[in-house]
């Protein structure tokens, strides 16, 4: 596949929105290890292979572990996800697939306040733009290197 639209082709500052958030979420106190972990679930969900290729690489670098990224597809029924990843990737799927229940919401609560619940909020929403934006434009696979966007 041939990309429609390379970032470097678009306006000057289009991005800028996006990077900002991610700076922003990066110094949240956020588990980035995690949200990679959420990253790569909404890539899969929205089946987005740049970000796919990208969150993988990344997920490997932060230390998780390849059988739990080959299972995340099914991580509900893995034994070797906490209760935290299970309440975060449930949250990740519902605000992704636009249908949070009360249930899904209020499991959060164990483990984070209103204000990181509304940071990791954030970053499910930043994800998915970034999915809408290389599914539209083909961004291609396969060459991203760690920290390239740094």
């Known amino acids: 596949m041939k990309p429609r639209i390379s970032f470097k082709d678009a306006s000057n500052g289009f ?22 972990l959420v990253d790569y679930r909404v890539s899969q969900i929205n ?34 996800y906490t209760e935290q990843e299970r309440a975060v990737l449930a949250y990740a799927e519902a605000v992704t697939t636009g249908s949070v229940e009360d249930e899904v919401f209020e499991a959060l609560t164990p483990f984070y306040s209103k204000p990181q619940i509304a940071d990791l909020t954030l970053a499910i929403a930043n994800i998915n733009s970034w999915n809408r934006l290389n599914k539209a434009f083909l961004s291609t696979p396969g060459n991203y290197q760690v920290g390239q966007f740094a």
């Open 47 to 80: 089946g987005c292979a740049f970000c796919l290729d990208m969150h993988h690489k990344d997920a490997i670098h932060l230390g998780e572990t390849e059988l739990r990224l080959h299972s995340l597809a099914a991580w509900k029924e893995c034994p070797y």
């Open 15 to 36: 991005i800028d929105g996006l990077m900002k958030t991610g700076s922003y979420l990066k110094k949240s106190g956020l588990d980035q290890k995690l949200l990679t």
